[in-house]
Nanobody
Framework: QVQLVESGGGLVQAGGSLRLSCAAS????????MNWYRQAPGKQRELVAT???????NYADSVKGRFTISRDNAKKTVYLQIYSLKPEDTAVYYC?????WGQGTQVTVSS
């Protein structure tokens, strides 16, 4: 079955950086688009970044220039590098694949 396991979250100060990872299994990773989402307290889950099998990326306007999504097909892992963190980036971050989700990783940004 599909498994997605996120890691790399934590508590950081505003302006800091984090690299989130999502290890995937149970499907042909290299042939599928992968996504990163986030859900802040009291808000709906939002799509923040997408990467296609060929490496084409797309970002939400709110994160363009600060977030970088990448993938390592050999490791079946998708990454989200976050720079210049802001308090409003505080959320649980999830990777997603065709409606499947991991358990998420908490990112908390202090001002």
């Amino acid at each position: 079955q599909v498994q997605l396991v996120e890691s790399g979250g934590g508590l950081v100060q505003a302006g800091g950086s984090l690299r989130l990872s999502c290890a995937a299994s149970g499907f042909i990773f290299s042939l599928n688009t992968m996504n990163w989402y986030r859900q802040a307290p009291g808000k709906q889950r939002e799509l923040v970044a997408t990467i296609t099998p060929g490496g084409t990326t797309n970002y939400a306007d709110s994160v363009k220039g600060r977030f970088t999504i990448s993938r390592d097909n050999a490791k079946k892992t998708v990454y989200l590098q976050i720079y210049s963190l802001k308090p409003e980036d505080t959320a649980v971050y999830y990777c997603g694949y065709r409606g499947n989700w991991g358990q998420g990783t908490q990112v908390t940004v202090s001002s």
